[in-house]
């Protein structure tokens, strides 16, 4: 690897309070073996442990290739649209044709991952995003090791309709590559929107909006779940309605996307208003005469069985949230 040359790929590693993980992480990073140049950004959210300090070690090292980012003032507090709005910045300073994406508490195993992923970039220009599978590894060992994102055991390609249907685990984060000529509209949809609740499942979508998502059959990686202070376990803990705000997020990308993938979007929409009811616990006759047929969903405020439902009191805080949300088109 050439380090005098501009980095082909950067890194993006995002970590707060990854005191026990980051070095695993960083590991995985500086074993890549590459015919080209990489950069690795590591942005820390004012970490109250020692993650900063234990990333300034690597920075003292490999200081041509680690470019830390230290937040004195943690951004995760001041709302989830600041932190889009820093993922976004460390995006767009990154020099890389390709951005690779793996959070602090993750790492990745195969030291040619992102060889590999390059490789099949440049052959297929037409396919803005590539991905793999991933083990997943519970922190406290509670479970055993499982897969995610194996949807085949050869490398194909998936269409956006099929990213969408996926939902926001259909690509494991930390197996992303992304040509970085799509974070523009990437920047464009965020802006749109107020909060995003799980920014990377429509930067898979717009990633595949192009000629769809290059996928490679290899286990590259591992993702780490259970971990308390990741950005998901702090999203899960927090007072927002996830569900309402995926919902909303449906919508605007809906429209972003000239409503051409309105069926797709209406059904993930479908998914959510079900897992909802289903944990309010409501009477399951009333779930199946709201889920039994498509016009239900379309305006579900002007539909008789609105008022049905609505004279359950254990149903009314959530679909009072619900009724507002209308689709663009029939399925």
């Known amino acids: 690897m050439d380090k005098t040359q501009e980095p082909v790929i950067s890194i993006c590693c995002f970590s707060y309070n990854h005191e026990g993980y980051i070095r695993d992480a960083i590991e995985g990073f500086l074993m890549q ?42 951004q995760y507090s001041k709302g989830l649209q600041e932190i889009v709005q820093i993922v976004l910045s460390v995006y767009k300073r990154s020099k890389g044709k390709y951005i690779a994406l793996c959070e602090g508490d993750d790492y990745w195993i195969d030291p040619l991952k992102l060889q590999k992923q390059a490789v099949e970039m440049e052959k297929h220009p037409e396919y803005h995003i590539c991905f793999h599978p991933a083990i997943i590894k519970w922190d406290n060992g509670a479970k055993k090791d499982e897969i995610l994102g194996l949807h085949t055991k050869k490398s194909k390609v998936f269409t956006v309709e099929e990213v969408i249907l996926g939902g926001g685990e ?79 997020a449906n919508n ?4 972003f996307t000239n409503y051409r993938y309105s069926r797709q979007f209406a059904l993930m929409n479908r998914r959510l208003i079900s897992k909802r009811l289903k944990s309010v616990c409501i009477d399951i006759e009333i779930r199946k005469n709201l889920l039994k047929s498509h016009n239900d969903y379309i305006n579900l405020k002007d539909k008789v069985i609105w008022h049905t439902i609505y004279k359950h009191p254990r149903t009314v805080e959530i679909l009072k949230r619900m009724r507002d949300f209308t689709f663009h088109r029939s399925l």
Not at 176 to 194: L, Q
């Open 33 to 74: 073996e590459t015919e080209f140049p990489f950069e690795i950004i590591i942005h820390d959210d004012a970490s109250t442990d020692r993650t900063a300090d234990i990333i300034r070690e690597y920075e003292e090292k490999y200081p041509e290739i680690i470019k830390p980012i230290y937040q004195i003032e943690n």
């Open 252 to 255: 605007k990308m809906d429209e």
């Open 170 to 248: 259909f690509m494991p984060t930390n197996s992303i590559m992304i040509n970085k000529s799509v974070i523009p509209r990437i920047s464009s949809f965020f802006d749109t929107i107020r909060y995003v609740p799980v920014a990377d499942y429509y930067t898979q979508i717009l990633g595949a909006e192009n000629g769809g998502a290059l996928y490679l059959a290899d286990m590259m990686s591992v993702y780490r779940t259970g971990v308390s202070d990741s950005w998901s376990e702090r999203f899960k803990k927090s007072d927002n309605s996830e569900v309402d705000l995926l919902m909303t």
